[in-house]
């Protein structure tokens, strides 16, 4: 069972994501928020996130994550996908994926991806920067960046 978080501030959005979650992938856990991030407490399996808020952005949510020690494999699903696209923060964040609104076979697909393909990077939790894992081959189990790792040896 898939834990699936939707922070999107227009409640028909969030309506139409959860009815194509539950047509599309059976039994799903599903939590929606309007503003904050992983609300369970622990990273979500994905993270369906708008990308224009009244008081902030979906990035500004993602680096609110990352700050937590989260960094959810995240679909953004939004009408201002050419704006974002070239965002800094949204170029460098490999478990990222663009989807324009209001394109649900789009959406649909790139849920049923995300949610087959591991992530590609975690956040260490000591400098809360980005770790990203160039291979299959790489150990997922060391938790801390290189920079981390030397200073703590």
Known sequence: ??????????CDIVEIIVEL?????????IFTSNEYCCNLGREPDLLILDY???NTNGVNILEY??????????IMFTAWKEQCVFDEAVIKNPNLRIVQKPNTQELVIAIRHM???PPVATVCPCCKNLIFWLSSDDNRE????????????
Request: hydrophobic residues 30%; contains cysteine; charged residues 30%.
């Open 1 to 10: 069972m898939f834990n699936i978080e939707i922070i999107d501030d227009d």
């Open 21 to 29: 979650i539950n047509a599309n992938f059976g039994e799903t856990n």
């Open 52 to 54: 224009m808020f009244k």
């Open 65 to 74: 994550c990352n700050r937590r020690g989260h960094c959810p494999k995240t």
């Open 115 to 117: 949610l087959s393909v």
């Open 142 to 153: 060391t938790l801390l960046c290189e920079g981390c790792r030397e200073k703590y040896e």
